[in-house]
């Protein structure tokens, strides 16, 4: 199935740990982001990547940071999580060249990952 | 942080019926994207409306942008249990680095 994969999809783990998400999509699309969802199911984008290249980074807190392998997967890597880390993680893309273009042609999200810091 | 309006914020109906939720803000948008977010699973985006009064139609389900690009509509026709979820809308605000504008989504349950 073409799609935007992401594991796992529940991950639950003590404050001060470390702890990674992955995200693939078989879709070719060029740019790759990564959204945070509160449980006031507000989205809040966090980081994209054109081509593995970081073209977007909010103010996130700098023990999140992203990695691009390549223009199909899009990792996120989380240092010392708090309880207010606690959300769901969505990996999203589109396609084109630029962020420009999820305005265009919207995004494609994963399934999520539901991050529950205790 | 700039947000999107969606009204009403939930909503319960019978099958069968019809209704329309709102997307409302003060900015113009170039354009404006409608999702659908089921329990557990991501959002899928619905429709793209681009120009000032478009209308778009997918099956039962009618989008319709706002004259001035300020707002927004959607609405369902006879509406069926598979249409519950979390409807987001998302604006390209040009001015604001050309980012999506989120809003905080009408939380739709269609009972049998």
């Known amino acids: 199935d073409t799609a935007v994969s992401q594991t796992p999809k529940y991950l639950v783990t003590q404050m001060g740990n470390d702890k990674s998400i992955k995200c693939e999509q078989n879709?070719?699309?060029?740019?790759m982001y990564w959204y945070k969802q509160d449980s006031k199911k507000f989205l809040k984008i966090m980081f994209s990547y054109n081509n593995k290249e970081l073209i977007i980074n909010e103010t996130v807190p700098n023990r999140f940071s992203p990695k691009s392998p390549d223009k199909a997967h899009l990792n996120l890597h989380i240092n010392s999580l708090e309880l207010g880390d606690s959300a769901v993680y969505f990996c999203?893309?589109?396609?084109?060249?630029?962020?420009?273009?999820?305005?265009?042609?919207?995004?494609?999200f994963g399934s999520g990952t539901r991050l529950t810091v205790v | 942080t700039q947000l999107l309006e969606q009204s009403p914020q939930f909503l319960s109906i019978q099958e069968g019926e019809n209704l329309t939720v709102y997307c409302n803000s003060s900015?113009?948008?170039?354009?404006l994207q409608w999702y659908r977010q089921e329990p557990g699973e991501g959002p899928v985006l619905l429709v793209t409306?681009?120009?000032g009064g478009e209308v778009k139609k997918l099956k039962r389900l009618t989008f319709q942008f706002g004259d001035a690009r300020k707002d927004s509509s959607l609405h369902i026709t006879a509406a069926q249990p598979g249409d519950t979820g979390l409807y987001l809308c998302?604006?390209?605000?040009?001015?604001?680095?050309?980012?999506?504008?989120w809003g905080l989504g009408t939380s739709l349950a269609v009972n049998p």
């Open positions: 879709l070719g699309h060029d740019t």
């Open positions: 998302a604006g390209d605000d040009a001015g604001n680095n050309r980012k999506l504008i």
């Open positions: 999203a893309s589109s396609q084109g060249i630029g962020f420009l273009t999820g305005l265009t042609y919207g995004y494609t």
């Open positions: 409306v681009v120009t």
């Open positions: 900015s113009v948008f170039s354009s």
